[in-house]
């Protein structure tokens, strides 16, 4: 097949046939551009991926239609920041940017109310602020807002879609970028779509995946994981009033979308384009790595879902190119690294780095996050990490068991401990977690636990114990000076800058109660910011520390766009890396995972060398490199040690 000729041919016929008539004559060009530049692309891969079809090339002309139509209703301000974008396409990758994660309604009264935080947010240098989702959802249970019913519609305890806009004002005119959710590979099952499917109609039930018999349920369920085993058992959830089974990866109440029907790649671009054209700044791509699925095949990371979420970001260039994606695989470090591409997701979650993180703090010893992230941190250079220490999720431990087995750790009989371990089951331990989805099958389980929580704060406060608390201030400190110094966005989970614990109240709730990511998910108070404004307080100690850091980010550009090299410290317990801008800056990263004091060789200067010296940022002092001694540091204690270019 001659793709080019047949391309060429096809876009023409598109373009006689579509209406562009609504645009204007410079958006009439500035489409007539985009589109000839990403078609060519757009359709090698929906032609990779819907070949069989037999309305692949009516669904392709819809598609073009929607674009259009899209690209027609987005704002002004939008398009013009579709132009500054495309020109500063690095944007993520500056030292100024600083991320949040946060429930409207943890924070907030509603959306309207959040406008005031924004004072708030600025003080603490946020730049980019990721909402969860704020959709209209079902009452009750709807896995926090990830089960959605109508993407054009706010949740009405939240607000309204005009509040949501004059948010995004507000945030932008603050420098504040806005993430929003991309929930696509389901809806919930009270969205439109799935009602009339459920209601008998023929062309809706083709949007999920309906089976009326169960032979084909089983052969799928072979070669599945199971992602909430203790909701459900399975992956499929039978629906007695149509006597079907409809494919649920997660909730019962989340029906799975059907993506090798092309009409629903088609409504979804529609409200992709429709989130994009809300003003927001990137969507969060959740739960990307199931959007495809294939008989035989855990139908996780599949090269079709490649292909479609490629196929979603040559739609975004055409209608809204200001937009980026951001992944959310949290998978296999060897899938996660697949969807990032300047043509995929510009921006990913980083699930390693965070469990490997927690990894050193339960063993005190480097050596596996060393082994790891020296050959699995880097990335595409167009491309950003987020990095984090926790989310609204769980943690699960998404290391490879090839780097574990290379250093005589069997991943399996690891990951127990660390269950253990981060649910306080380990004698010693001081974590204060909890458990989430054991699946009885195979003893696997996920952590759930706030920052502070986790890093031994809870348990330091209730024993009263100056030691344990010591101890736990420096891992929190520890932790986020990885995630602002690493390389890419650090992305904070509000609340864990004001030190907050688990929340145990979700348990009296009906609708929260078998769900414990609920206790990593506390409500803020402004007794809770007060206490950590407040000096002498733990929490001010925290909050202090934390902001120290920020600012120093803030004002060097080494922590912003440049390499990053992971470094042998010759300890076992020191973590260190080397940042290079192109300016020549350099910066070195040592960082103590143990309660020891503990030395790192010499040999780690040579990396800032020619110099002899060293600013040490965080304590604000010159240090001179002493080659006999090397340098040592206090228990968890961190050194950013920098050196200006000559
Ligand atoms: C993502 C979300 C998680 C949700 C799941 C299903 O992993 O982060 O909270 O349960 O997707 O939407
Ligand atoms: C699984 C999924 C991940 C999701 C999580 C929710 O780990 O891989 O996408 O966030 O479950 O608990």
């Known amino acids: 097949m001659n793709l080019t000729l047949e391309c060429k041919r096809s876009l023409n016929r598109i373009l006689s046939r579509v209406d562009l008539s609504k645009l204007s004559k410079n958006d009439s060009k500035i489409f007539h551009e985009r589109l000839t530049q990403h078609f060519p692309r757009l359709f090698e891969l929906l032609v990779t991926v819907y070949n069989e079809r037999y309305d692949m090339h009516y669904q392709l002309e819809q598609l073009v239609q929607q674009l259009a139509d899209s690209f027609k209703a987005r704002p002004a301000a939008q398009k013009k920041k579709d132009k500054q974008r495309l020109n500063n396409p690095h944007w993520h990758q500056s030292e100024d940017m600083l991320g949040m994660a946060c429930y409207v309604d943890l924070i907030a009264e509603d959306l309207a109310d959040l406008q005031t935080k924004i004072p708030y947010f600025k003080d603490l240098g946020i730049t980019y602020l990721h909402l969860m989702p704020l959709y209209k959802s079902p009452e009750g249970d709807s896995d926090g807002g990830y089960a959605v019913s109508d993407y054009r519609c706010v949740n009405p305890k939240l607000g309204t879609v005009q509040e949501l806009n004059n948010l995004a004002k507000a945030l932008d005119k603050a420098g504040i970028s806005l993430v929003l959710d991309f929930v696509f590979n389901h809806t919930s099952d009270e969205h439109e779509w799935a009602l009339k499917a459920r209601a008998g109609d023929e062309d809706f039930a083709e949007y999920y995946y309906l089976f009326e018999d169960k032979s084909i349920v089983d052969e799928y369920e072979k070669t599945l994981r199971e992602i909430f085993p203790q909701v459900r058992r399975g992956s499929f959830t039978y629906l007695e009033d149509s006597k079907k089974w409809v494919w649920t990866t997660f909730n019962s109440f989340q029906w799975d979308l059907n993506y090798s029907n092309p009409t629903v790649f088609t409504a979804i671009v529609g409200e992709m384009l429709f989130l994009a054209n809300l003003g927001c700044d990137?969507?969060?791509?959740d739960a990307l790595a199931f959007i495809w699925k294939e008989m035989g095949t855990t139908c996780e990371n599949q090269p079709k879902a490649h292909k479609l979420i490629q196929a979603f970001n040559a739609c975004l260039q055409i209608a809204a190119p200001a937009v980026v994606f951001k992944?959310?695989?949290?998978?296999?470090?060897?899938?996660?690294?697949?969807?990032?591409?300047?043509e995929e997701c510009q921006l990913s979650y980083n699930p390693l780095t965070m469990a490997l993180i927690w990894n050193s703090l339960a063993t005190r010893k480097t050596r596996l996050i060393t082994q790891s992230l020296s050959h699995r941190f880097a990335i595409n250079p167009d491309?950003?990490?987020?990095?984090?220490?926790?989310?609204?999720?769980?943690?699960?431990?998404?290391?490879?068991?090839?780097?574990?087995?290379?250093l005589g750790i069997n991943g399996y009989d690891h990951r127990l401990f660390l269950n253990k371990f981060f649910t306080g089951q380990f004698e010693g331990s001081y974590a204060?977690?909890?458990?989430?989805?054991?699946?009885?099958?195979?003893?696997?389980?996920?952590?759930?636990?706030?920052?502070?929580?986790?890093a031994g704060l809870e348990q330091a406060l209730e024993q009263q114990d100056p030691h344990l608390l010591e101890m736990s201030i420096g891992r929190i400190l520890l932790i986020h000076s990885i995630l602002l110094s690493i390389g890419g966005i650090p992305l904070l989970y509000a609340g864990d800058e004001l030190g907050m614990l688990n929340?145990?109240?979700?348990?009296?709730?009906?609708?929260?109660?078998?769900d414990s990511r609920w206790v990593n998910r506390p409500a803020i108070s402004n007794e809770?910011?007060?206490?950590?404004?407040?000096?002498?307080?733990?929490?001010?100690?925290?909050?202090?520390g934390i902001r120290h850091l920020i600012k120093i980010r803030k004002t060097h550009p080494v922590l912003g766009r440049a390499k990053t090299q992971v470094i042998h410290t010759g300890s076992d317990h020191l973590f260190g890396y080397q940042r290079t801008h192109e300016n020549g800056d350099k910066l070195l990263v040592l960082c103590n995972f143990s309660e020891n004091e503990q030395t790192a060789h010499a040999s780690v200067f040579e990396h800032l060398l020619p110099a002899s010296q060293a600013y040490d940022l965080i304590n604000d002092e010159i240090i001179t490199f002493d080659f006999n001694l090397g340098k040592t540091l206090t228990a968890y204690q961190v050194s950013w040690l920098y050196v200006k270019a000559q």
């Not at 929340?503 to 929260?512: A, P, T």
């Open 503 to 514: 929340d145990y109240s979700f348990l009296q709730d009906d609708h929260k109660k078998h």
């Open 432 to 454: 204060t977690g909890m458990g989430f989805q054991f699946n009885p099958e195979n003893g696997d389980c996920r952590v759930c636990g706030s920052l502070a929580s986790l």
């Open 282 to 285: 990137a969507l969060r791509l």
């Open 327 to 342: 992944s959310e695989a949290i998978v296999h470090p060897d899938e996660v690294v697949k969807y990032i591409a300047p």
């Open 383 to 406: 491309c950003t990490w987020v990095n984090y220490a926790r989310c609204h999720d769980d943690i699960g431990w998404t290391f490879d068991d090839g780097d574990a087995g290379i």
């Open 528 to 544: 809770d910011v007060v206490l950590a404004h407040t000096p002498g307080t733990v929490q001010n100690r925290i909050n202090q």
